[in-house]
């Protein structure tokens, strides 16, 4: 069964540093989204992608984090100077179109910024 | 904004009985609405979903119920097992469109007890 793939499992930083987070959705699928998980806590919106653009992203979606879809597999979530409050999991979901609303997510990266 | 904490709820129940787990939603627009399994350290697991013209649908085990009146949703679990030990989270969007963000809720842990 396809599913949804992301690397790396792990990933611990430094503050300041930048970080790229990547995705392989699930090939026929067109919609792309990331969110995170604080642990514990519920898991939160941060952006959804369609038509290589974004289609619609939260408040914590600032201008440190920017989406990408460098080919016609990858998606990638980069965050260009990470904070400590950045440390959370993070998860990519993808789902098909024609009405399919089913969101399907990845096993996740695990992010500590220190 | 909303108080979030480390602790879930959690829902203690034994191994073969049924389990109810209980979700209230928030957006009165939401049409689409799902539940997730998240075991430790992965990611959410879609379980089952349903429309908001369907106040109820069945699948393996699993049950879920509608109430678009109170704003509820409810996923009961036949003869619940050891595996089924996990976080539950409901999730709701408005379907259709490039966006269809999901809006989960705070999660519930349900314990299987041998």
């Known amino acids: 069964e396809p599913e949804v793939t992301q690397t790396p499992s792990h990933q611990v930083t430094q503050m300041g540093q930048e970080v790229i987070l990547r995705c392989v959705p699930i090939?026929?699928?067109?919609?792309f989204y990331w969110y995170r998980q604080i642990l514990g806590q519920k898991v939160e919106f941060l952006v959804s992608?369609?038509?290589?653009?974004?289609?619609?992203k939260s408040e914590i979606f600032d201008d440190q984090f920017s989406v990408e879809r460098p080919d016609g597999s990858n998606f990638t979530l980069k965050i260009r100077s990470t904070k400590l409050e950045d440390s959370a999991m993070y998860f990519c979901?993808?789902?098909?179109?024609?009405?399919?609303?089913?969101?399907?997510f990845g096993p996740g990266t695990r992010l500590l910024v220190l | 904004g909303e108080s979030v904490g480390l602790h879930l709820p959690t829902l203690s129940v034994q191994e073969g009985d049924n389990s109810i787990i209980n979700c209230a939603y928030s957006n009165s627009a939401s049409d689409y609405f799902i539940w997730y399994k998240q075991e430790s350290g992965k990611g959410p697991q879609f379980i089952i979903d349903?429309?908001?013209?369907?106040d109820k649908r069945q699948g393996q085990r699993v049950t879920v119920l509608l109430n678009k009146t109170v704003k509820h949703l409810s996923l009961q679990i036949a003869a619940t097992q050891p595996g089924d030990s996990a976080v539950y989270f409901c999730a709701e969007n408005i379907s259709g469109g490039a966006n269809s963000k999901l809006t989960f809720g705070k999660g519930i842990t349900l314990s299987v007890r041998p």
């Open positions: 349903i429309r908001s013209n369907m």
């Open positions: 992608f369609y038509n290589n653009e974004i289609s619609e």
């Open positions: 979901a993808s789902r098909e179109t024609g009405g399919k609303e089913t969101q399907y």
């Open positions: 090939s026929n699928h067109l919609y």
